[in-house]
Nanobody, 116 residues
Framework: QEPFVESGGGEVQPGGSLRLSCAAP?????????VAWYRQAPGKQRAWVAK???????DYTNSVRGRFTISRDNAKNMAYLQMNNIKPEDAANYYC?????????WGQGTRVTVSS
């Protein structure tokens, strides 16, 4: 199975915004999955920060609630993460996967760097 492909990361100043995108494996329809964005900072474990169910119910970890917005486009097999009011602690590699995660879905991720 092919992995997710993430994009949209980059360097941003505190308070700035980014929009991350992830493309699901071509032969995997996302429509029935709960899709999540995960992040991993250096020296820390990877953990989900935002998730969206097949019914488009969303949830966020406390640290990003009110600043990040997850969305999905099932027709395009894509998921997105709008990041606003970015903080230094948001710097990490960001990944897409389903919940529960599948090892073969982990992609390269996209890096978010926060610098003032």
């Amino acid at each position: 199975q092919e992995p997710f492909v993430e994009s949209g990361g980059g360097e941003v100043q505190p308070g700035g915004s980014l929009r991350l995108s992830c493309a699901a494996p071509p032969r995997e329809g996302l429509i029935m999955y709960t899709v999540a964005w995960y992040r991993q900072a250096p020296g820390k474990q990877r953990a989900w920060v935002a998730k969206i169910t097949a019914a488009e119910n969303v949830d966020y970890t406390n640290s990003v609630r009110g600043r990040f917005t997850i969305s999905r486009d099932n027709a395009k097999n894509m998921a997105y993460l709008q990041m606003n009011n970015i903080k230094p602690e948001d710097a990490a590699n960001y990944y897409c996967n389903v919940i529960p995660s599948r090892d073969n879905f982990w992609g390269q991720g996209t890096r978010v760097t926060v610098s003032s």
